[in-house]
């Protein structure tokens, strides 16, 4: 009797939303590993976005990491004694991260035509261009890290919808992502002022 309640457990664990989730999810971590299927693989994306924190000594910068990544879940585990998420926070989140993903990748256009136009321009002197060229490159990971982010608060926020399964932990993961992708928003921002301002003193 005790095994058949176990498998009675365990069966009525594999259909609800989380149990789906998880088989999804072995499924993915099967193809990776089994059938080396990386079209998922974004790692590359966090590392490089990751690079762009290293110090003039090519380490890690503790202070920059603790800044966009430690204050987010400070603020995060603030909210979730306030508020947990529920229909309208999601809703609500949905809308503006949908927003944001759509600002970003438009930026991506920017970017690659403000490195044309870097490279090519010969008003620029060599230490602006190379300056200019960094800064946009840089520019360029974190926007990617940052519709990474969006793409998965998106997800979350569509499986919180719809299973109507909100938690603490779910709170405390979707508001740590949403509040990760707010603070690097300021990198962003610091870095195309800093692009720009050297292409209005360059004319």
């Known amino acids: 009797?005790?095994?058949v309640k176990v498998l009675t457990k365990i069966?009525?664990?594999c259909i609800t939303p989380r149990g789906l989730l998880l088989f999804v999810g072995m499924i993915l971590l099967i193809g990776k590993f089994f059938f080396h299927k990386d079209y998922l693989n974004c790692t590359n994306i966090i590392k490089m976005h990751m690079n762009c924190f290293k110090n003039q000594e090519e380490k890690l910068s503790k202070v920059s990491l603790f800044l966009y990544f430690g204050?987010?879940?400070l603020i995060a585990l603030s909210l979730i004694q306030i508020r947990i998420?529920?229909?309208t926070v999601v809703n609500l989140l949905t809308v503006i991260v949908s927003i944001l993903t759509s600002l970003f990748f438009t930026l991506l256009t920017l970017i690659l035509d403000m490195?044309?136009?870097v490279r090519k321009d010969k008003k620029y002197?060599?230490?602006d261009a190379d300056t200019s060229s960094k800064l946009l490159k840089e520019t360029y990971f974190t926007i990617m890290f940052e519709i990474l982010v969006s793409v998965m608060i998106l997800i979350l926020c569509f499986v919180e919808l719809f299973a109507k399964m909100y938690s603490i932990f779910s709170s405390l993961i979707i508001?740590?992502?949403t509040f990760v992708l707010l603070v690097n928003l300021f990198i962003i921002l610091k870095r195309v002022y800093t692009?720009?301002?050297v292409d209005i003193e360059t004319y």
Do not use: C, R, S
């Open 1 to 3: 009797m005790d095994i």
């Open 11 to 13: 069966t009525k664990f």
């Open 71 to 73: 204050v987010p879940m």
């Open 125 to 127: 002197n060599a230490n």
């Open 85 to 87: 998420l529920d229909d």
């Open 195 to 197: 692009v720009i301002k």
């Open 115 to 117: 490195g044309k136009k």
């Open 175 to 177: 508001y740590y992502l």
